[in-house]
């Protein structure tokens, strides 16, 4: 291990052990958390999801930054991108049942917010699939023009400010790579059972835990990068 390595521990230990730790800073967070549910969204991702950008890098290069990667303007776009995400967990999280219902299957909210069952369960599945089918290939593929759009800028916090070259970036993505991997693989293999652990979590939770999932995909993403190319 490097002394960066340390330093990234240090770091992501520093954020979370006091509220492990301080029971009164818990109990704080909790309360943020329950009247600014956004606010605290843009936080989570922006500082969760991009920490496990770096940790991608770090794997994939030896190095947590490179030129051009742009850390600042990714943790921004990040916590924009986990406002959205926050806003499409309640939104599925309550269209889902009612299309449940509607369809015919019975005591929803009893099932919601009951113990574990199988009912629960298949309830989850369903949100984690309708939002993954709808909402994600969007998500990702926007996710992908902002990072191409910050590595165009050369990482610097222009990319905010200089308009995205929409039609440009999405003509020269890779879309065979976006479909065949990202939408084919990533989907039904990793988020589809990934968010049905999320939907079954109560609803202060789940912002928190999409974001650490980010930080595990991005792991996965890279490992897998390594050792396509050997």
């Known amino acids: 291990m490097k002394k960066s390595d340390f330093l990234f521990i240090a770091f992501i230990a520093a954020i979370f052990l006091p509220f492990i730790f301080i029971d009164s800073l818990y109990s704080s967070y909790m309360k943020f958390n329950s009247d600014h549910g956004m606010v605290m969204a843009f936080i989570k991702f922006a500082i969760l999801s ?5 940790l991608g890098l770090r794997i994939s290069t030896g190095k947590y930054f490179s030129k051009g990667f742009g850390v600042a303007p990714r943790a921004i776009v990040w916590g924009i991108l986990g406002i959205c995400i926050n806003a499409a967990m309640i939104v599925f ?3 889902v049942p009612a299309l449940l219902g509607y369809l015919g299957m019975e005591n929803i909210q009893a099932v919601q917010n009951g113990g574990m069952s199988a009912g629960k369960v298949i309830t989850a599945f369903c949100i984690s699939v309708f939002m993954n089918c709808t909402f994600g290939p969007v998500f990702m593929t926007f996710h992908k023009i902002t990072d191409t759009h910050i590595l165009g800028c050369g990482g610097s916090l222009k990319a905010l400010i200089t308009p995205i070259r929409m039609g440009y970036i999405m003509k020269n993505l890779n879309w065979e790579v976006q479909w065949n991997f990202v939408f084919k693989k990533t989907i039904p293999f990793f988020w589809f059972p990934a968010h049905t652990v999320t939907f079954l979590l109560p609803d ?5 835990f999409a974001a650490l999932l980010g930080v595990v995909l991005g792991v996965l993403l890279a490992v897998a990068a390594r050792m396509k190319s050997r």
């Open 93 to 95: 999280s309550s269209g």
């Open 204 to 208: 202060n939770m789940r912002a928190l």
């Open 50 to 54: 991009t920490s496990g950008e770096l």
